[in-house]
């Protein structure tokens, strides 16, 4: 099993990235999937998920409007595109494959709890 983010970089504000998780020796489409992200000091934090189906989505307020989250289970992907982005969304982000089909308490999942990618750093900067 690999989990395996890409696509931060550094950006000014108002700028857009878009994020990638791509999950491979698992089979991916039976799970939902989530993307957490840790900033410096501060706790890792949930921020949105997507239903293994991809017909329900759900996120954090901090993020809403701004975010969205989509997934290719052919290609074993899920996707964050970020927009509109702002200093505080600088963090590390995170996606981590659930342990069931929905997003229900996807909030609670800690490092020793379903399968983390190594993160991929985004930096909001002017």
């Known amino acids: 099993l690999q989990v395996v983010e890409s696509g931060g970089g550094s950006v000014q504000p108002g700028g857009s990235l878009t994020l990638s998780c791509v999950v491979t020796?698992?089979?991916?489409?039976?799970?939902?999937i989530a993307w957490f992200r840790e900033a410096p000091g501060k706790q890792r934090e949930g921020i949105s998920c997507i239903s293994s189906n991809g017909n329900s989505a759900k996120y954090e307020d901090s993020v809403k409007d701004r975010f969205t989250i989509s997934r290719d289970n052919v290609k074993n992907t899920v996707y964050l595109q970020l927009n509109s982005l702002i200093p505080e969304d600088t963090a590390t982000y995170y996606c981590?494959?659930?342990?069931?089909?929905?997003?229900?308490?996807?909030?609670?999942?800690?490092?020793?709890?379903?399968?983390w990618g190594q993160g991929t750093q985004v930096t909001v900067s002017s």
């Open positions: 981590v494959v659930l342990g069931h089909s929905g997003c229900d308490n996807y909030r609670v999942y800690t490092v020793d709890r379903g399968y």
């Open positions: 020796g698992f089979p991916s489409d039976y799970y939902g």
